[in-house]
């Protein structure tokens, strides 16, 4: 079982960065990776991110290719979103997730062991 715990979020006006943080703890070396979510205000919750554990290989969705990085520090059992170039749209609770089973990269039934979300609100 993993346990995960977001950090990082608050308010930003258009054009900021912000980095959220992913602390696991607990079986990690048993996943395929981690991904971020992340769910606006009245909408599904949508894929943004994932790093394969095995290559390091990293994904993105369109909208944020370019402007988002995942990053790890595999010392501390953290995992990183760094966001710069931050539009209201970003606006979101983004949550991190264990990548535990095999399919499409954006499919939330690949991944477990949520952690609980953290805001981030992105003013024009």
């Known amino acids: 079982q993993v346990h995960l715990v977001e950090s990082g979020g608050g308010f930003v006006q258009a054009g900021g960065s912000l980095r959220l943080s992913c602390a696991a703890s607990g079986r990690t070396f048993s996943t395929y990776g981690m991904g971020w979510f992340r769910q606006a205000p009245g909408k599904e919750r949508e894929w943004v991110a994932t790093?394969?554990?095995?290559?390091?290989?990293?994904y993105y969705t369109d909208s944020v290719k370019g402007r988002f990085t995942i990053s790890s520090d595999n010392a501390q059992n953290v995992v990183y979103l760094q966001m710069n170039s931050l539009q209201p749209e970003d606006t979101a609770i983004y949550y991190c997730?264990?990548?535990?089973?095999?399919?499409?990269?954006?499919?939330?039934?690949?991944?477990?062991?949520w952690g609980q979300g953290t805001q981030v609100p992105v003013s024009s």
């Open positions: 997730a264990v990548r535990a089973y095999s399919g499409g990269l954006w499919r939330r039934d690949a991944y477990e062991s």
């Open positions: 790093m394969i554990w095995s290559d390091g290989t990293t």
